[in-house]
């Protein structure tokens, strides 16, 4: 059974996300504030952690970003009613994974849970034969020991930031879709009403070429993203 924790003050839609849930087999723990919150965070362990932005004692965007300095395995899916442009890269920036906006329907909520499971699942290991080291130019990716260098300084990187750079290093010279983006990374086969892959795209780019180095991952307008050397 997952467990996941629910960060919100509103006992409406704890109520409505809990009984929900639960029907659905989950294991809900409630948290009612930002300090509660992050005590049940690194003394419990979950599988996915729901959390507001408006919270008492410490708001959402403190809590993520505090949870995901102790946690980087754990997924962190934003629901708040806070939808604007700016407020969604910011959640995304503070470490999570997933942001959705109230009001919301439960059957979309329950799709993002799964999408958001399903990443965070063990991967079994490969083969001892299957290949682990990726690379182009100066970019290079160890995929036995998680490990991404450029020019031989190593690039410290998030899960959803690994995810995306190991996918397009996997397919060099091909342009990739949005969609196709969302389908291999984030395991949605639907459009997710933000620019989550936009976003995270720039987060990885500031990242490959934090020492000035040549662009590798470009954009192709009115089409997605290509990685390539120039």
């Known amino acids: 059974m997952k467990r996941i924790l629910l960060i919100e003050d509103e006992s409406s839609v704890v109520s409505f996300i809990k009984k929900g849930l639960s029907e659905e087999g989950y294991e809900v723990s409630v948290a009612l504030d930002g300090h509660q919150g992050m005590q049940m965070a690194v003394t419990h362990e979950y599988d996915l952690i729901i959390l507001d932005i408006m919270l008492p004692g410490k708001n959402g965007l403190e809590l993520c970003r505090d949870i995901r300095a102790q946690n980087k395995k754990v997924a962190l899916l934003f629901l708040t009613a806070l939808g604007t442009a700016e407020n969604i890269v910011l959640g995304l920036e503070t470490g999570a994974d997933d942001y959705l906006v109230k009001p919301f329907k439960f059957i979309e909520l329950l799709a993002r ?25 100066d970019l290079e990716l160890d995929d036995f020991t998680k490990t991404v260098t450029r020019a031989g300084a190593v690039i410290s990187l998030t899960a959803t930031e690994y995810r995306l750079l190991f996918m397009f290093l996997k397919n060099q010279r091909r342009v990739l879709s949005r969609m196709e983006i969302l389908e291999q990374v984030w395991g949605v086969d639907f459009d997710m009403g933000t620019n989550v892959v936009d976003v995270y795209v720039n987060f990885l780019r500031k990242k490959l070429e934090a020492n000035q180095s040549p662009r590798l991952l470009h954009t192709v307008v009115g089409m997605g993203y290509v990685l390539k050397e120039e």
């Open 113 to 137: 849970i799964k999408s958001l499971l399903r990443r965070t699942e063990p991967v079994q290991t490969p083969p001892v034969t299957a290949p682990s080291r990726f690379g182009i130019a």
